[in-house]
């Protein structure tokens, strides 16, 4: 499945609208805690259990959606980040994003 339009809800989240007519929704602020670039993945790492992370406004506002490909999109935030690659098929399944 791919999405047919994908659009920012009211600046805390954004949804997909499948092809099969379905639609899902994410917030920004999940999207952002769950990136899944190495460098976060590696940062979620060393968090210890006690730890609650916090994150600027930049971090949590999209600037640009590009497509890669035809099996994710690449999130461009706000504070520069740019490496975080979201598949469409974890996208269906992940709900930590939501
Ligand atoms: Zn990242």
């Known amino acids: 499945m791919k999405p047919e339009k994908i659009e920012l809800v009211d600046k805390t989240s954004l949804r997909l609208l499948w092809n099969d007519g379905k639609s899902s929704v994410f917030t920004l602020m999940n999207l952002r805690k769950f990136c899944p670039c190495a460098t976060c993945e590696q940062e979620r ?7 609650i992370p916090l994150f600027m406004k930049s971090q949590i506002t999209i ?3 590009r497509p890669v490909g035809s099996y994710a999109i690449n999130l461009v935030w706000e504070d520069g980040h740019n490496t975080g690659i979201y598949e ?11």
């Open 88 to 98: 469409y098929a974890k996208l269906l399944l992940q709900k930590a994003w939501e």
């Open 63 to 65: 600037r640009e959606i």
């Open 45 to 51: 790492g060393e968090w210890s259990d006690t730890y």
